[in-house]
């Protein structure tokens, strides 16, 4: 599976972006797929993650402020992000592996695509 990842860009906190991860290969609508960050100078951490039936999960940090979703007839899934904050600012990463259930660890995706810079002014 091949992801890439677009979306990214520069916002004023209050502001509102939508990420993209688009994958390749048949078998899409198997994955199960997830947003992770990263911040200069500090670990990767899980934001969202989405299973093949739906199924969500957010870190504490974005709940109610982000949405994640899925077009299996797209291949495609998607960050939604209100109410930016300057903290949410790193750089994004989307990422799948096959499985039913959602899952939030890094070392629980096999794929990675690369990341798309999120930079919230204040």
């Known amino acids: 599976v091949q992801l890439q990842a677009s979306g990214g860009g520069l916002v004023q906190a209050g502001g509102s972006l939508r990420l993209s991860c688009a994958a390749s290969g048949r078998t899409f609508s198997r994955y199960y797929m997830g947003w992770f960050r990263q911040a200069p100078g500090k670990e990767r951490e899980f934001v969202a993650a989405?299973?093949?039936?739906?199924?969500?999960d957010y870190a504490d940090s974005v709940k109610g402020r982000f949405t994640i979703s899925r077009d299996n007839a797209k291949n495609t899934v998607y960050l939604q992000m209100n109410s930016l904050k300057p903290e949410d600012t790193a750089d994004y990463y989307c990422?799948?592996?096959?499985?039913?259930?959602?899952?939030?660890?890094?070392?629980?995706?096999?794929?990675w695509g690369q990341g798309t810079q999120v930079t919230v002014s204040s």
């Open positions: 989405i299973s093949w039936s739906g199924a969500t």
């Open positions: 990422a799948a592996d096959s499985g039913s259930s959602v899952r939030v660890g890094v070392r629980e995706y096999h794929y």
